[in-house]
């Protein structure tokens, strides 16, 4: 069975740090993009970063940008989110997505989510 769990959320102050972790299972991690999304309170799902199969190449969003990195470690099959400088505006359920599009199939794959809320 397919499966990814993210943990590492909570409760922090304005400029506080966590490091969110998503392990997977069930399928072939290593073959995957991973993208790290997140859903503010009322708002609509929207893009962090991703990090392809390999590691070799990272994005983000401009929100996030110099403050997250993405990484994973393949022969654990997890990946990670490390924040910094977080700040209200980061408040959301943080979600993990692995991804992959071949010729004849896609494969999109979620987590369950992690709340992370920044407050004073």
């Known amino acids: 069975q397919v499966q990814l769990v993210e943990s590492g959320g909570g409760l922090v102050q304005p400029g506080g740090s966590l490091k969110l972790s998503c392990a997977a299972s069930?399928?072939?991690?290593?073959?995957?993009?991973m993208r790290w999304y997140r859903r503010p309170p009322g708002k609509e799902r929207e893009f962090i970063a991703t990090?392809?199969?390999?590691?070799?190449?990272?994005m983000y969003a401009d929100s996030v940008k110099g403050r997250f990195t993405i990484s994973r470690d393949n022969h654990k099959n997890m990946a990670f989110l490390e924040m910094t400088n977080l700040q209200p505006d980061d408040t959301a359920v943080y979600y993990c997505?692995?991804?992959?599009?071949?010729?004849?199939?896609?494969?999109?794959?979620w987590g369950q989510g992690t709340q992370v809320t920044v407050s004073s």
């Open positions: 997505n692995a991804f992959k599009s071949s010729s004849r199939d896609d494969y999109d794959y």
């Open positions: 069930g399928f072939a991690f290593n073959t995957f993009k």
């Open positions: 990090i392809t199969d390999q590691g070799g190449t990272r």
